[in-house]
């Protein structure tokens, strides 16, 4: 008979939001490139950091704030050092929120993971 290997499982999840029609909207990945947006102070080397297109990612952001109804970002244009871009006093609520919430979520789903494995290790006992 084969024994199982569930204290081998490790929890992975993401949390989004969406609109009213199920459009997803606002979740882990853009919180993680506002988060580098505002550790950067650019969107390019924030990009650069995540390994993503600065492209696309700009006008993710940019339908997100259309969708959410206030700006996100304040770009600075460049000169000599180079343009900016950081977050607006809206952006910066908006991550420490998701900050607070996510802290919030991780202690909840890392203590019922814990009690799934519990669960699914004593029954393998019995």
């Given at each position: 008979?084969?024994t199982n290997n569930y204290e081998n499982l490790r929890?992975?999840?993401?949390?989004?939001?969406?609109?009213?029609?199920?459009?997803?909207?606002?979740?882990?990945?853009?919180?993680?490139?506002?988060?580098?947006?505002?550790?950067?102070?650019?969107?390019?080397?924030?990009?650069?950091?995540?390994?993503?297109?600065?492209?696309?990612?700009?006008?993710?952001?940019?339908?997100?704030?259309?969708?959410?109804?206030?700006?996100?970002?304040?770009?600075?244009?460049?000169?000599?050092?180079?343009?900016?871009?950081?977050?607006?006093?809206?952006?910066?609520?908006?991550?420490?929120?998701?900050?607070?919430?996510?802290?919030?979520?991780?202690?909840?789903?890392?203590?019922?993971?814990?009690?799934?494995?519990k669960e699914l290790t004593a029954n393998g006992k019995?």
């Open positions: 008979m084969a929890l992975q999840y993401k949390i989004w939001f969406t609109d009213e029609s199920g459009d997803g909207l606002f979740g882990d990945g853009k919180w993680k490139i506002l988060k580098a947006i505002d550790q950067e102070g650019s969107l390019t080397a924030a990009c650069e950091k995540l390994g993503i297109t600065y492209r696309r990612t700009w006008n993710d952001l940019k339908a997100i704030e259309q969708r959410l109804g206030f700006a996100l970002l304040e770009k600075c244009r460049g000169g000599i050092e180079g343009g900016s871009t950081s977050l607006t006093v809206e952006g910066q609520r908006l991550i420490r929120a998701f900050d607070l919430f996510h802290e919030k979520m991780d202690a909840i789903m890392q203590t019922h993971f814990q009690l799934l494995v019995d």
